[in-house]
C-alpha cells in the first residue's frame, strides 16, 4: 500500500466523483481509477460501491476513511518535523477560505506568508455548501486550517478564534424608496426582493434568523454563490435589494448603504485543531493572519 493510493481514496470519498477526483489528484482518471483498484485488491474488500448513478461509500470504506486521515496526518507531521534541518519550513497548509473576508486583507496576508516561507504550499478550498462544512473537514483532518462564517457549531475537538466581527447594513440603489434613510427595520423590509448568498452560507443564515427574530421573512429572489460583487451588479441593475458586511458595501460607492435599526454582527472564526496538533507550516500561516486580523 502506498501514501498515494490512500491520497486518491481521499479525494474519491471526498468528491463521491472519480472524475474531480482526478482533477483534484492532478491525475488522470484512468489512473486514479487503476490506484483505487489496486487499493482495493490490496485490502481485499470493496471501498466504494459502484452500483449506482451516484457512487458512495461502502460500510469498509467509511472505517477505512478515517484511519486514512490519521495515516496522512502522521506522514505530513512525519515529513515536516525535519524542517528545521533543511534550514528552511516547508509542507502543505489545506486551507478553507471564503468569499469574503471584511476588513482583513487575506490576499496580502497569504502573499506575506509566500515571500517569508517560498516552500510552504497553500493549497485553497472554497466550499460551495458553506464554511460550516469546513468544522467537519478540519475535524476529519481534510483541512488544516479554515476561516468560517458565522459558525452554527462550537465543536470540542477545534480551536474557534475571532478574527473579526463588523455590522450588516441594507444596499439599495440611490433610487430605491429607502434611499435616503438613516435606517431600516426588518419589518419594512418583508416586502423587498432579496438578491443573497445560497441558504448554506452563514451570512445567509444570520440574516434570515434576523427576520425571524423580528416576526418577519426574507424573500431572497435571487441567491449567488459568486461573492459581493455579483451581488452588487444585481442591486445596480434594478433586480432587487440586499445585505452586505459594512467592509464590503464601501467597496460599492454607486450603491446606497442603511443601517439596520436591529444591529445584526457577522463574525468570522479562524478554525483549526488544538496548537499541539498544528503542523508547523499550519501554526505560522494561523499566525500570519491572526496578525493580518490584529492589525486591521
Not at 490490496?42 to 470504506?61: C, M, N, P, W, Y
Not at 419594512?188 to 443573497?196: C, F, K, S
Not at 450603491?255 to 485543531?273: H, R, T
Amino acid at each position: 500500500m502506498e501514501l498515494r493510493q490512500i491520497e486518491h481514496f481521499i479525494a474519491v470519498a471526498g468528491e463521491m466523483s472519480f472524475t474531480r477526483a482526478a482533477h483534484r489528484a492532478h491525475v488522470v482518471q484512468s489512473a486514479l481509477s487503476t490506484s483505487i483498484a489496486k487499493l482495493e485488491r490490496e485490502l481485499g474488500v470493496e471501498l466504494f460501491d459502484r452500483s449506482r448513478q451516484q457512487i458512495k461509500l461502502t460500510a469498509a470504506g467509511e472505517r477505512f476513511l478515517t484511519h486514512s486521515y490519521d495515516v496522512m496526518r502522521a506522514a505530513r507531521a512525519a515529513t515536516e518535523s525535519i524542517g528545521e534541518y533543511r534550514g528552511a519550513l516547508s509542507g502543505t497548509v489545506e486551507f478553507g477560505s471564503l468569499i469574503s473576508f471584511g476588513p482583513i486583507s487575506v490576499a496580502r496576508a497569504l502573499g506575506d506568508f509566500h515571500r517569508a516561507h517560498p516552500f510552504v504550499r497553500i493549497r485553497l478550498h472554497l466550499s460551495q455548501s458553506g464554511a460550516s462544512a469546513y468544522l467537519t473537514a478540519l475535524i476529519e483532518g481534510s483541512l488544516d486550517l479554515a476561516l468560517v462564517s458565522v459558525p452554527n457549531r462550537f465543536p470540542p475537538q477545534l480551536d474557534m478564534r475571532l478574527l473579526f466581527e463588523e455590522p450588516m447594513v441594507f444596499v439599495c440603489r440611490d433610487d430605491h424608496a429607502y434611499a435616503r434613510k438613516k435606517r431600516v427595520g426588518f419589518g419594512e423590509l418583508a416586502a423587498e426582493d432579496l438578491v443573497g448568498l445560497p441558504s448554506e452560507f452563514g451570512l445567509r443564515r444570520l440574516m434570515d434568523d434576523a427576520f425571524r427574530a423580528a416576526g418577519a421573512e426574507a424573500h431572497t429572489q435571487y441567491e449567488v454563490p459568486a461573492g459581493f460583487a455579483a451581488i452588487a451588479d444585481l442591486v445596480g441593475n434594478g433586480l432587487g435589494t440586499s445585505f452586505m458586511p459594512v467592509s464590503e458595501a464601501r467597496r460599492f460607492p454607486e450603491l446606497k448603504s442603511i443601517d439596520l435599526a436591529d444591529p445584526v454582527i457577522w463574525q468570522v472564526y479562524l478554525a483549526s485543531p488544538p496548537a499541539e496538533q498544528l503542523t508547523p507550516a499550519t501554526a505560522r500561516l494561523a499566525d500570519t493572519l491572526l496578525t493580518a486580523a490584529a492589525e486591521a
